[in-house]
C-alpha cells in the first residue's frame, strides 16, 4: 500500500511539473505587459523628476514566447521597472462644462458712428457673452477699442473659440492614448503640450475652508 501511495503521489507531482512552464508562462504573459509607450512623459519616483520613455526594454528568459520583464529607458542612466514610474494624469473634459460661449455685438455709447469708420464695425464693440442668459463673459473699455480695433476683435474671437480648441486638445490626447505605437513622437509631443494647457485651464486652488 505505501508503493501504491507513493506511484500516485509521484504521478500527481509529475502532472503538476508538467504544467508549471503554461502555468508559469501564462502569469509571465499576463504581468509582463508594456504599461507605458514610447514617448510616453512619466515620473520618475526615486529621481524625482519628469521624463520621457525613450526605449521599451523587454527581458527575455529561455522557454517562453513573451517577456519576463519589461524595463523602461527614460533617458537617465539606467533603466527602470514599472514600479518606479507614474505616468501623467490627463485631465477630465472641462470643455463641456463651458458651455457655448458667443460674440455679441454692443453699441457704441461713447462714439458716433462718423467718428469711428476706422472700426471693422463701426458703431458697435464686440462683447464676449459665457452665460445662457447672455451674462458674465468679457468685454473692453471704449477707449482700449478705439486704440487697436483689430487687436480687439481678434481677442473676442479667441476667447469664444476656447471651448472649441478645448475639446479638439481632448480628442488629440484621446486619438495618442488609444494608438500609442502608432502615434509619431512629434504627435506624442503635441499631446503632451495639450495636457499641460488643460490642466492649467483646469487646475484651480480650492477656496479656503469657512472658520468654524
Known amino acids: 500500500m505505501p508503493a501504491l501511495r507513493l506511484v500516485w503521489t509521484l504521478r500527481r507531482l509529475s502532472t503538476k511539473l508538467s504544467d508549471t512552464p503554461r502555468l508559469i508562462e501564462r502569469l509571465v504573459r499576463t ?17 524625482g523628476v519628469w521624463a520621457v520613455v525613450e526605449k521599451i526594454v523587454p527581458v527575455w528568459a529561455k522557454g517562453f514566447d513573451e517577456p519576463v520583464k519589461i524595463t523602461y529607458d527614460v533617458g537617465l542612466g539606467r533603466e527602470f521597472v514599472c514600479g518606479e514610474l507614474r505616468a501623467e494624469d490627463h485631465v477630465e473634459d472641462i470643455s463641456s462644462a463651458a458651455g457655448n460661449w458667443r460674440l455679441l455685438r454692443a453699441r457704441n455709447k461713447w462714439q458716433q458712428p462718423g467718428d469711428c469708420a476706422h472700426h471693422p464695425y463701426p458703431g458697435t464693440y464686440p462683447v464676449v457673452v459665457t452665460d445662457p442668459q447672455d451674462w458674465g463673459g468679457w468685454r473692453t473699455p471704449g477707449a482700449e477699442y478705439d486704440r487697436d480695433p483689430q487687436k480687439i476683435e481678434t481677442q473676442a474671437r479667441m476667447i469664444v473659440a476656447t471651448p472649441k480648441l478645448m475639446r479638439l486638445a ?3 490626447l484621446q486619438l495618442v492614448d488609444e494608438s500609442p505605437e502608432d502615434a509619431p513622437a512629434e504627435l506624442h509631443a503635441m499631446a503632451r503640450r495639450a495636457n499641460e494647457i488643460l490642466r492649467y485651464v483646469a ?9 468654524a
Open 170 to 172: 481632448q480628442e488629440l
Open 203 to 211: 487646475d484651480i486652488p480650492a477656496p479656503a475652508p469657512e472658520p
Open 31 to 47: 504581468m509582463a505587459k508594456a504599461q507605458f509607450h514610447r514617448n510616453q512623459k512619466v515620473w520618475v519616483e526615486s529621481v
